[in-house]
Protein backbone atom coordinates (compact mmCIF):
# COMPACT_ATOMS: atom_id res chain seq x y z
CA UNK A 1 0.00 0.00 0.00
CA UNK A 2 1.07 3.44 -0.49
CA UNK A 3 2.51 5.50 2.15
CA UNK A 4 1.02 8.98 0.86
CA UNK A 5 -2.75 8.08 0.82
CA UNK A 6 -5.17 11.19 0.83
CA UNK A 7 -7.51 12.66 4.13
CA UNK A 8 -10.18 10.59 4.83
CA UNK A 9 -13.43 12.05 6.77
CA UNK A 10 -14.78 8.91 8.49
CA UNK A 11 -18.47 9.11 9.35
CA UNK A 12 -20.21 9.97 12.69
CA UNK A 13 -22.85 7.35 12.12
CA UNK A 14 -21.44 4.13 11.82
CA UNK A 15 -21.52 0.89 13.75
CA UNK A 16 -17.55 -0.15 14.10
CA UNK A 17 -16.40 2.69 11.99
CA UNK A 18 -19.06 1.11 9.07
CA UNK A 19 -20.78 3.91 8.00
CA UNK A 20 -24.57 3.51 7.73
CA UNK A 21 -25.53 5.51 5.09
CA UNK A 22 -24.05 4.30 2.11
CA UNK A 23 -24.54 1.07 3.70
CA UNK A 24 -28.60 1.59 3.46
CA UNK A 25 -28.65 3.63 -0.11
CA UNK A 26 -28.38 0.22 -1.72
CA UNK A 27 -31.72 -0.61 -1.16
CA UNK A 28 -34.00 2.46 -1.86
CA UNK A 29 -31.10 2.54 -4.84
CA UNK A 30 -32.67 -0.85 -6.09
CA UNK A 31 -35.80 -0.28 -5.48
CA UNK A 32 -36.20 3.05 -7.75
CA UNK A 33 -34.14 1.59 -10.60
CA UNK A 34 -36.21 -1.56 -10.59
CA UNK A 35 -39.83 0.42 -10.52
CA UNK A 36 -39.63 1.68 -14.29
CA UNK A 37 -39.10 -1.93 -15.29
CA UNK A 38 -42.13 -3.31 -13.20
CA UNK A 39 -44.21 -0.55 -14.97
CA UNK A 40 -42.87 -1.04 -18.49
CA UNK A 41 -43.74 -4.81 -17.57
CA UNK A 42 -47.24 -4.30 -16.75
CA UNK A 43 -47.87 -1.90 -19.28
CA UNK A 44 -46.68 -4.91 -22.05
CA UNK A 45 -47.85 -7.66 -20.25
CA UNK A 46 -51.22 -6.03 -19.03
CA UNK A 47 -50.76 -8.79 -15.89
CA UNK A 48 -51.97 -6.82 -12.63
CA UNK A 49 -48.99 -8.12 -10.23
CA UNK A 50 -46.85 -5.79 -12.17
CA UNK A 51 -48.22 -2.93 -11.61
CA UNK A 52 -48.82 -4.22 -7.24
CA UNK A 53 -44.70 -4.57 -7.50
CA UNK A 54 -44.24 -1.40 -8.95
CA UNK A 55 -46.37 0.29 -6.15
CA UNK A 56 -44.33 -2.13 -3.50
CA UNK A 57 -41.14 -0.68 -5.18
CA UNK A 58 -42.19 3.10 -5.08
CA UNK A 59 -43.06 2.17 -1.33
CA UNK A 60 -40.45 0.72 -0.34
CA UNK A 61 -37.90 3.27 -2.23
CA UNK A 62 -39.53 6.10 -0.98
CA UNK A 63 -39.34 4.50 2.67
CA UNK A 64 -35.64 3.17 2.42
CA UNK A 65 -34.96 6.16 1.06
CA UNK A 66 -36.05 8.50 3.63
CA UNK A 67 -34.18 6.29 6.18
CA UNK A 68 -30.99 6.33 4.90
CA UNK A 69 -31.42 10.35 4.43
CA UNK A 70 -31.63 10.84 7.72
CA UNK A 71 -27.91 9.21 8.33
CA UNK A 72 -26.77 10.82 5.57
CA UNK A 73 -28.46 13.96 6.58
CA UNK A 74 -26.53 13.37 10.62
CA UNK A 75 -23.08 13.06 9.26
CA UNK A 76 -23.29 16.39 7.41
CA UNK A 77 -24.42 18.22 10.05
CA UNK A 78 -22.57 16.62 12.62
CA UNK A 79 -19.12 16.79 10.79
CA UNK A 80 -17.91 20.62 9.75
CA UNK A 81 -16.02 19.88 6.82
CA UNK A 82 -18.65 17.85 4.86
CA UNK A 83 -20.68 21.11 5.07
CA UNK A 84 -17.97 22.70 3.89
CA UNK A 85 -17.78 20.80 -0.02
CA UNK A 86 -20.44 22.68 -2.72
CA UNK A 87 -20.46 18.50 -3.65
CA UNK A 88 -22.14 17.38 -0.55
CA UNK A 89 -24.82 20.22 -0.70
CA UNK A 90 -25.31 19.45 -4.67
CA UNK A 91 -26.05 15.31 -3.05
CA UNK A 92 -28.18 16.73 -0.45
CA UNK A 93 -30.26 19.00 -2.68
CA UNK A 94 -30.52 16.17 -5.61
CA UNK A 95 -31.81 13.78 -2.65
CA UNK A 96 -34.48 15.71 -1.65
CA UNK A 97 -35.91 15.96 -5.50
CA UNK A 98 -35.18 12.26 -5.72
CA UNK A 99 -37.19 12.00 -2.50
CA UNK A 100 -40.20 14.00 -3.61
CA UNK A 101 -40.21 12.13 -7.30
CA UNK A 102 -40.67 9.23 -5.21
CA UNK A 103 -43.15 11.04 -2.86
CA UNK A 104 -45.21 12.13 -5.62
CA UNK A 105 -45.41 8.41 -7.40
CA UNK A 106 -46.39 6.99 -4.41
CA UNK A 107 -49.39 9.71 -4.25
CA UNK A 108 -50.26 8.86 -7.45
CA UNK A 109 -50.67 4.95 -6.91
CA UNK A 110 -52.07 5.35 -3.91
CA UNK A 111 -55.55 5.10 -5.10
CA UNK A 112 -55.29 2.53 -7.92
CA UNK A 113 -51.65 0.99 -8.68
CA UNK A 114 -52.36 -0.09 -12.36
CA UNK A 115 -54.60 3.10 -13.13
CA UNK A 116 -51.57 5.51 -12.53
CA UNK A 117 -48.97 3.96 -14.20
CA UNK A 118 -49.76 5.54 -17.79
CA UNK A 119 -48.72 8.01 -18.21
CA UNK A 120 -47.43 9.68 -15.36
CA UNK A 121 -46.57 6.74 -13.07
CA UNK A 122 -43.63 5.86 -15.65
CA UNK A 123 -42.69 9.59 -16.50
CA UNK A 124 -42.07 9.98 -12.35
CA UNK A 125 -40.31 6.23 -12.27
CA UNK A 126 -38.58 7.70 -15.46
CA UNK A 127 -37.43 10.37 -14.03
CA UNK A 128 -36.83 9.14 -10.41
CA UNK A 129 -34.37 6.33 -12.29
CA UNK A 130 -32.41 9.47 -13.67
CA UNK A 131 -31.85 11.13 -10.36
CA UNK A 132 -30.36 7.98 -8.56
CA UNK A 133 -27.59 7.64 -11.13
CA UNK A 134 -27.35 11.82 -10.20
CA UNK A 135 -27.37 11.33 -7.03
CA UNK A 136 -25.51 8.46 -6.40
CA UNK A 137 -22.67 9.74 -8.69
CA UNK A 138 -22.56 12.87 -6.61
CA UNK A 139 -22.37 10.38 -3.40
CA UNK A 140 -19.67 8.11 -4.96
CA UNK A 141 -17.50 11.57 -5.75
CA UNK A 142 -17.70 12.40 -1.94
CA UNK A 143 -16.91 9.32 -0.95
CA UNK A 144 -14.16 7.93 -3.59
CA UNK A 145 -12.81 11.63 -4.62
CA UNK A 146 -13.04 13.64 -1.34
CA UNK A 147 -12.74 10.96 1.00
CA UNK A 148 -16.06 11.35 2.50
CA UNK A 149 -17.89 9.02 5.45
CA UNK A 150 -16.10 6.35 4.81
CA UNK A 151 -14.29 3.70 6.98
CA UNK A 152 -11.87 5.98 9.39
CA UNK A 153 -8.69 5.60 7.89
CA UNK A 154 -5.31 7.22 10.25
CA UNK A 155 -2.20 7.03 9.10
CA UNK A 156 0.69 4.82 10.67
CA UNK A 157 1.87 7.08 13.40
CA UNK A 158 -1.50 8.47 14.50
CA UNK A 159 -3.89 6.80 17.77
CA UNK A 160 -5.23 3.55 16.23
CA UNK A 161 -2.68 3.85 13.16
CA UNK A 162 -1.88 1.73 10.43
CA UNK A 163 -3.83 0.08 8.01
CA UNK A 164 -5.84 -2.46 10.69
CA UNK A 165 -8.57 -1.04 12.12
CA UNK A 166 -8.93 -0.74 15.75
CA UNK A 167 -9.65 -3.47 18.14
CA UNK A 168 -13.33 -3.58 19.26
Not at 2 to 31: E, F
Not at 99 to 119: E, F, K, M, Q, T
Not at 138 to 155: D, M, Q, S, W
Amino acid sequence: MPDNRSHTVASRVAIKQHPLHPILVVYPVAALTLLPLADLLYLWLGDPFWAQAAWWLSVLGLGGGVFAALFGIADMFLIRVVRRHVSAWIHFLAGVMLLALAAAGVSLRLPDPAAAIWPWGLLLSGAGMVMVVIVGWLGGALTFRHGIGVYGYKAAGEEGGGDAPPAA
